[in-house]
C-alpha cells in the first residue's frame, strides 16, 4: 500500500534551519510530482512547494519563497524540504503527499516549532 512517512522536525530558534524528508513506499516514486503542505494551529492547511517526477521544476508558495528547498533522490523514493532563515509563523506540522490517479495520499504529519 501506498505510505508516505515525514520526519526531521523540531524545535528551532528563529534563524535556524531545519531538513525535512519524506519517505515513500507502495508506488513508483519516480513517476510523481510530489508537494510539501503545512498546517498551523488554528489554520487551513496550506501548500508550501511542488516539485516535478524528475526535480527539474520547482515551485513555492510566496511565504516561503527564497528561503525554502524542495528536492528528491529518486533512487531513495524519498523527497526532501531544507528549510533555512525560520520564522516563528512557520511554526506547522508539514505533510508531504502524492496525487495517484486523482487519490491523495498524505503522511503523518512531523512538527516543527520555531521559538526562542
Known amino acids: 500500500q501506498v505510505q508516505l512517512v515525514e520526519s526531521g522536525g523540531g524545535l528551532v530558534q528563529p534563524g535556524g534551519s531545519l531538513r525535512l524528508s519524506c519517505i515513500v513506499s507502495?508506488?513508483?516514486?519516480?513517476?510523481?510530482?510530489m508537494r510539501w503542505y503545512r498546517q498551523a494551529p488554528g489554520k487551513e492547511r496550506e501548500w508550501v512547494a511542488v516539485?516535478?517526477?524528475?526535480?527539474?521544476?520547482?515551485n513555492y508558495a510566496e511565504a516561503v519563497k527564497g528561503r525554502f528547498t524542495i528536492s528528491r533522490d529518486n533512487a531513495k523514493n524519498t523527497m526532501y524540504l531544507q528549510m533555512n532563515s525560520l520564522k516563528p509563523e512557520d511554526t506547522a506540522v508539514y505533510y508531504c503527499?502524492?496525487?495517484?490517479?486523482?487519490?491523495?495520499?498524505w503522511g503523518q504529519g512531523t512538527q516543527v516549532t520555531v521559538s526562542s
Open positions: 503527499k502524492v496525487q495517484l490517479r486523482s487519490i491523495d495520499y
Open positions: 516539485i516535478s517526477s524528475a526535480g527539474n521544476v520547482r
Open positions: 507502495g508506488f513508483t516514486f519516480s513517476t510523481y510530482a
